[in-house]
């Protein structure tokens, strides 16, 4: 049975382009906000949705480019994360509580060294690279 994640890297091109926001998660890692696919969700509506619900933050998704990542779960599932670049358009950060720990806007350099897990920091260098930012 494969799990399905949908999140965004999300950067904040209004206030400083040069920042990334990270959550920490209840568990304690820090990571890009995304959660699970539900039913008849496209992965841009789990997104839009999921990242809404543990932010508060209203996105702009660039629909054109996903990226992927696999991983075996502490649980022993297989485990697919899609993830889309969005830009923040409004709101005002607020923890989704029962998930979230914390949230930070962060610079590049800042988040690669902040992000809790390998293939999610190798990911996050490879998208930088390849935007040329």
């Known amino acids: 049975m494969q799990e399905k994640?949908?999140?965004m890297i999300l950067?904040?091109?209004l206030k400083n382009p040069t920042q990334v926001l990270l959550i920490k998660h209840n568990a304690g890692h820090w990571s890009f906000p995304k959660g699970h696919c539900e039913k008849?969700?496209?992965?841009?509506?789990?997104?839009?949705?999921?990242?809404?619900e543990e932010t508060n933050l209203d996105v702009e998704i660039d629909a054109n480019k996903r990226y992927t990542m696999e991983y075996v779960t502490d649980k022993g599932k297989l485990k697919q994360v899609v993830l889309f670049i969005a830009k923040c358009i409004g709101?005002?950060?607020k923890a989704?509580?029962?998930e979230v720990n914390?949230?930070?806007?962060?610079?590049?350099?800042?988040?690669?060294?902040t992000i809790?897990?390998?293939?999610?920091?190798?990911?996050f260098k490879k998208i930088l690279k390849e935007r040329k930012i």
């Open 5 to 7: 994640s949908c999140g």
């Open 11 to 13: 950067f904040d091109r």
């Open 40 to 52: 008849d969700e496209t992965e841009i509506e789990t997104a839009i949705r999921e990242v809404k």
């Open 91 to 93: 709101g005002e950060i």
């Open 96 to 98: 989704q509580g029962c």
């Open 102 to 113: 914390d949230i930070k806007w962060l610079d590049f350099d800042e988040a690669i060294e």
């Open 116 to 123: 809790t897990y390998d293939n999610t920091r190798e990911l």
